[in-house]
């Protein structure tokens, strides 16, 4: 049997990850033969793959508005100054800590290239616990945060690879 390349190897993870971020939830019997592969090759290229932090873990993509939550997004621009006490608080995940103080959930945090240095993804109540989370930051992050835009997003169309099961509702929107 000849021995799989690098390339292979590859090809066969990638097709994993496409079904895993779209349907985390499908079994490995499901997933093996959505690729054309073993039970146990499938179960195998899982594992590697999740050992070598390629995939960080699964989640559930949930209507927000049925659990009377809004999605909030803050596009933040930093001051100029030097950064290594912000970029200190970062690594600790001391805005997880503080957003879970609030009652407000981090969905996702990144830092950027363009017009804005960091953006944070959340979930809270209502536009009056963003702002207060909006203000902890600036309180946390005195020395760092410029400018902060806070966006509320109205009606999602697609998340996390899947379009809105009621897509229809976004005329109520427009």
Known sequence: MPRVTKEQMKRDEEKVIKILSTKANESIDSIAKQCGFSRQKAWRIIK????????????????MEKLNLKTFYMLIKATPEPAEE???????????????KM?????????????????????????????????????????????????EELFPLKHCGFYHPQIDKIKEFL
């Open 48 to 63: 590697n793959l999740e050992k070598n932090k390629t995939i960080w873990g699964y989640h559930a993509v949930a209507d």
């Open 86 to 100: 912000a970029a200190k608080k970062l690594i600790s995940r001391e805005v997880g800590t503080l957003a879970d």
């Open 103 to 151: 009652g407000v959930t981090v969905e996702c945090s990144s830092y950027l290239h363009g017009g804005f240095d960091w953006i944070i993804v959340f979930y809270g109540k209502d536009l009056k616990q963003a702002k207060r989370f909006e203000q902890i930051l600036y309180k946390t992050y005195p020395n760092f945060l410029e400018t902060t835009v806070l966006l």
